[in-house]
């Protein structure tokens, strides 16, 4: 069996949520078919000579510029993939599902990953959610399978859309704690002295509302974020220009043994966001047995957690006093992750792959 993948920007060492899930799945079903992922060249430096068993890469030309980059480069995808042998075609979120029909059109089958609800997203102006719901609707029409990784947005379709859908959640691997300070001492920060956020720099990540909650609050904590922004530089200027520098810091994208420092050492994980599809930052702090507040959102409750957890989204003064309660003292929390093992998921896409053969 070939698959062709595309609607990432592509992995290992490339930020973000679909980028991950990607990473931890096709390593996976390459064991079982051959796998060819597409990336976009301005965003795998570090990962250009990356070496996968049953996986190839094609590098093709891209952007960075928003709304532009996705149609782009799913176009060039799609040529390319045209020109192949045959093989199914896996596409990852909605945007880059604008050409599923051609696919369709040309006796190809198509498998859609549906991750987020992009339009929902503050960063894109009327015009381009206008686009990206019209390549919703594209989306779920021409795509043989989808799969969902929110159950909560599977359910927001009628009976047609639903009877050739499914729910597969995202997973996550059960990591080593790290024994080593050097990352954080580098930041000055001390053992379970800090606050931890990670995610792309995007408004829908809320960490303007967990910023203001946090300098608002008397500490000796320190907050720190984790990752780095691409097209939303007035964004992170807004949030820089909050900051008070020593209470807060941001230490751009993190991965590897960095990242698992930072995790290990945190006291308490925060997720402020107003919007996710299924966030795998969530499940990696759960893996590392960190405390956590969460936003209020369906995303975060596709993972049952205590009550005490969340915060009314979008709500300042509810963090607040969430972060005033768990900073009084919390300890180490062992969580069921069960659900969310990878070998698991990948059975599981695998054998919705092989039903559209």
Known sequence: MRIYVYGTRGFPLVQGGVEKHCEN????????????????????????????????????????????????????????????????????????????????????????????????????????????????????????IIIFVNRYQMLKFPAHIAGKSCFIPNGVEQPELSTSTGYVEKWGLEDAKYLLAVGRITPEKGFDILINAFLSIETKYKLVIAGKTETEKNYFKQLTDLIDKQRVIFTGYVYGEELSQLYTHAALFVMPSISEGFPLVLLEAMSYRLPLIVSDIPATRLIALPPECYFTVGNVNALKEKLIFFLQGSKRVTYDLSPFDWDKIAEQTFSIIARVR
């Open 25 to 144: 799945l096709y390593p996976r079903i390459a064991k079982e078919a051959e796998v060819i992922v597409y990336r976009r060249k301005p965003y795998i430096a570090l990962s250009k000579n990356a070496n996968y068993p049953g996986i190839r890469f094609v590098d093709l030309p891209s952007t960075r510029i928003k709304g532009f980059e996705t149609v782009f480069h799913s176009f060039l995808s799609m040529l390319h993939i045209l020109m192949q042998p045959a093989g199914i075609v896996h596409i990852h979120n909605i945007g880059p599902a604008l050409f599923a029909p051609v696919f369709r059109l040309f006796g190809r089958k198509v498998i859609l990953t549906y991750h987020t609800a992009n339009y929902e997203h503050e960063k894109w102006n009327s015009a381009g959610r206008a686009l990206l719901k019209i390549s919703e609707k594209i989306a779920l029409k021409y795509a043989n």
